[in-house]
């Protein structure tokens, strides 16, 4: 553990139990690689800080779920937990809309807190809120314990998003029925993994919801949908823009964090620079760390003061740079460095010492599902990257997965399930995940923010009338779920004010199809 | 097993393996009850007449496939059997079109034997030709064989419709990848079962198949989607317009059965009266035998000559008739009956005795479907009915299915999967498969021939400009995807026609989408 110069705080650093999906980096004149690649913000520790918890009020339930939708093996079954809220519902005669956002892989009272969009809206929809966990996250463990569920390959093996969905399914169809409840239109919402859950939701069960906000779901970064490079290159962007001094800084900082590693007494010096709690083992375990505070400063480059997975300034990135520019000139690179990631892993100002996670291949549930189904290919270019030369090497990925878990990832389930087989320089191919969207869905909403290097791989141009991308310049990792503040943008403000004008559509001709005479 | 006059016709009789679904028949007057409901006409024996095998020409290959695709546990995976034609195709080049044949339950060779129409085709549209094995039926059985296969509810667990969808795309999509033929279209052929399943797949692959042609459908046959005495009410009339007297004998001769069965030495009578190999045990066993050859000959009510199911003369109800009506005024009502159910089940006059299915709950894989998440409702009305009034019981069909293979049935899944919650009383409530279809369905042909009692629990009218219905007054169960005979009447012509040219609009707006020249 990190020491805290407060004992109050206990969290924080252990946060960076970080990513993965081993994306073996290896260059010829840079000879190390991450062992991880970058994952979706997640707050991984049970506890949240406190003035930060049940800021919405709602119940917590738990409903009895399959373990395996698709089989009739006989499975113990296990209890989902769910957070509702009915307070302002307008009950089942009107009928009253219910909004349900979809869990994804975190503790589900944690993104109930940081989905504050979704809580705001239901008063003037008159919109009942559930909030369902996702299987083999939080409290809604199979087998009983987390111990249990994640012991190996075959209790972990039914955490997948089309279990994961068909959970959402029955859940709301049986609450729907006991509420008497099965008129009223469900209105999907979900960040993240969250928001690819959504939208395939919306596609895959479209009686069950009547549209989908997608945030920041990034549902093209499978096979080669998108360049591998997308991710590392919008991450360099966004450094890049703020400064590009900050940015060369950086890509040069790898080649000297080697040398100076493979000097001798070398890692001690890394130790002491990065003021490291332990003494370092490994470079790689350093260029880990710091790749995740770049990936992670990205996501999370939100134009206010935040706390979504650490305390931090508004615009970060902009400060990291700040840090990394400033000094005179004499200044090291990796001093440099360290003054700039301090930002993000220490704004508060709280750590002496910092506590790297060196153990990438934790098995946590993330890690499963990045090597079974959610296999996201990603490189890092020789040129448009600040990151070292990577090319994506599914060999070494599988070989990982492998060693960790005992698993075979299978890359193409994906883009079988939901579609994505047509080839890129084709547009609007008919096997194409896009083409699925235009013919076969409607009524979602993909709202990306340009800085979000996971924007890249969600859809940024609007697809028919009712498949609508909202992209915003200035936009980090699903802000506009966020809760308001004082400090938002007008382009902030206008989003979120454009997602309200579409679902209200979608519920009313939802209403109109009903003939209802229920008015929002 | 029957005693044949002609030693070299090994099965034909014992085929009457039959149906179950076990709404339980009861009436105060009647007090016996039907232990089996009807089922699709599927070929049981895995000998087939030999001058209808290998009619036409395939290869046969094997795919392995994963045993559950919604997991990633360790299951052993197994052979999928696949016919395929490719002498006519195009080439992946023009790219030339796929027609895939979702196989249903049984034998994959009967079918391809029994859908002429899809053979007929691929000369003129230069398609490859390809009938998949439905899982756990003919040669493809998980576990290495039948019997492990089969041996109890864990190993029969994985037999479900979304396995069998998964495989089909699986299938499919590694085909097409081997022949670098991923920008060939695929059109879906399915008939029943098969028809249900080509439906589905276009819902929920729509990316892997541009079109179904789904025959004889019965999609809405689940919950209360179509009222339960739809399919007995479709039977009794297909009796009825023959011949009233035939159905009026017909619905008397249950009560007849009852009082004789009561008598002293009744069973021993009506072992004499049906010419049965065996002693009868119970008088239901008859029951059921008759309730089958009713169902089989509503559904086979062919125009011409078939031997589908059994060599049958043309409009086989008429023959049945005949029969029943016939005869001097004093035959009694079982006489009759035994002479009309003689054309199901003896045209060729070739038995000279009845062997009855005494093991209605033997345990085939249909059987496993319908007790697990095929759950269809089925009812007999006191009026309209020829046969004994019924109300369905689902406590006492989950009983005995529990009974059978210690499974406890999901009415419910089936609807949550596909959609089907709407009210019935609600046009195109958006939540029911009929919105589904219309909103997110698209190039879906329904066939139906009124005659067949599944038409009346499958979409008989248009539900958008490519969702569309075609009904013929006088068809019978997917006549249409029969081989074409000398005898088709002129209705059957047009309606084969119009599934032509609807199905080359479908490939032709496909090559205009993608901008191919390629022409039919």
Known sequence: MAKPRHNSLIIVISII???????????????????????????????????LQQQYRYDTRYFWQRLDHFSFADHPRFLQRYLINTEHWVGPNRPGP????????????????NTGFVWELAPSFGAMVVFPEHRYYGESMPYGSQEEAYKNATTLSYLTAEQALADF???????KRNLTAEACPVVLFGGSYGGMLAAWMRLKYPHIAIGALASSAPILQFEDLVPPETFYNIVSNDFKRE??????????????????????????????????????????????????AYSYLAMVDYPYPSEFMMPLPGYPIREVCKQIDSGPESTSILDRIFQGVSVYYNYTGEFDCFQLDDDPHGLDGWNWQACTEIVMPMSSDQDASMFPTNNYNYSAFQEECWQDFKVIPRPRWITTQFGGHGKCDVDLDPRDIKSVLKFFGSNIIFSNGLLDPWSGSSVL??????????????????????PSTRDDPDWLKEQRATEIKLIEGWLNSYYREKKSTFNI
Chains 1, 2 share one sequence.
């Open 461 to 482: 141009q609007n697809i028919s009338e009712t498949i609508v991308a909202l992209v915003t310049k200035e936009g980090a990792h699903h802000i506009d779920l966020r």
């Open 243 to 292: 400064s590009t001094s900050c940015f060369n800084t950086i890509k040069e900082s790898w080649g000297e964090l080697i040398s100076v590693g493979q000097k001798e007494n070398g890692l001690i010096e890394l130790t002491k620079t990065f003021r490291l709690c332990r003494d370092l083992m490994k470079t790689e375990d350093l260029a880990d760390w710091l790749n995740s």
């Open 98 to 113: 219910i909004f349900l956002y979809c869990g994804n892989e975190g503790d589900i009272d944690w993104f109930a807190t």
């Open 17 to 51: 139990i970080v990513i993965f999906i081993s994306s073996s980096f290896s260059l010829a004149s840079q000879p190390f690689k991450f062992r991880r690649a970058p994952r979706f913000p997640v707050k991984f520790s049970h506890q949240a800080r406190p003035h």
């Open 169 to 175: 399914a029955v859940l709301i169809t049986d609450l």
